[in-house]
């Protein structure tokens, strides 16, 4: 359980720094990257799930799918609320 946890917390500490990266924004906040990755994780778990039926087990794959949806939560974010 421990470890799941601590493997969460990279995956959205990597995820959402690589996204604020292609997106680019500022990405100096850990705070705001783990946010970002987790939330990009569940956005990017679902989606993938919806198209392809499963989703990833390993730990590169978790972390593109993660990659993929923070960087639709960054544009819906940029499109739909920021204006």
């Given at each position: 359980?421990?470890?799941?946890?601590i493997?969460?917390?990279?995956?959205?500490?990597?995820?959402?720094?690589?996204?604020?990266?292609?997106?680019?924004?500022?990405?100096?906040?850990?705070?705001q990257?783990?946010?970002?990755?987790?939330?990009?994780?569940?956005?990017?778990?679902?989606?993938?799930?919806?198209?392809?039926?499963?989703?990833?087990?390993?730990?590169?794959?978790?972390i593109?799918?993660?990659?993929?949806?923070a960087?639709?939560?960054?544009?819906?974010?940029?499109?739909?609320?920021?204006?």
């Amino acid at each position: 359980m421990l470890w799941w946890l601590i493997c969460t917390i990279a995956v959205g500490c990597v995820s959402g720094f690589l996204a604020s990266k292609l997106m680019g924004l500022k990405s100096d906040n850990w705070i705001q990257n783990l946010a970002l990755g987790l939330v990009g994780s569940f956005v990017g778990g679902f989606l993938w799930n919806l198209i392809f039926g499963h989703t990833s087990d390993k730990l590169i794959g978790s972390i593109i799918i993660s990659v993929i949806g923070a960087c639709i939560t960054i544009w819906a974010y940029n499109k739909f609320i920021k204006k």
